[in-house]
């Protein structure tokens, strides 16, 4: 489960996160690509290749879309407050 003290800071406000590659407790962003090439409307890379947030999702496909994602990130640094 993503740690909701620990996100990246280019998510762009909302409900829905990606975590610092930096988080201690091991679910930081790894820069698996997953994530950012399943949905790159709503997330994004940075310099290092972590994703991050970009665009927040606001219909039920869009949901179904980043939940998608966060069922696939291998180290659960996606975070929805949803």
Known sequence: MANKE??????????WYTT????DSGEGCIACNVCYNGAPDFFGED?????FISKQPSTDEE????????????????????
């Open 6 to 15: 620990n996100k990246h800071s280019k998510n762009v406000e909302g409900k």
């Open 47 to 51: 310099d290092d290749g972590n994703a």
């Open 63 to 82: 949901i179904e879309l980043c939940q998608e994602q966060l069922d696939a990130c291998p180290v659960g640094s996606i975070g929805s407050d949803a």
């Open 20 to 23: 610092d590659p930096d988080d």
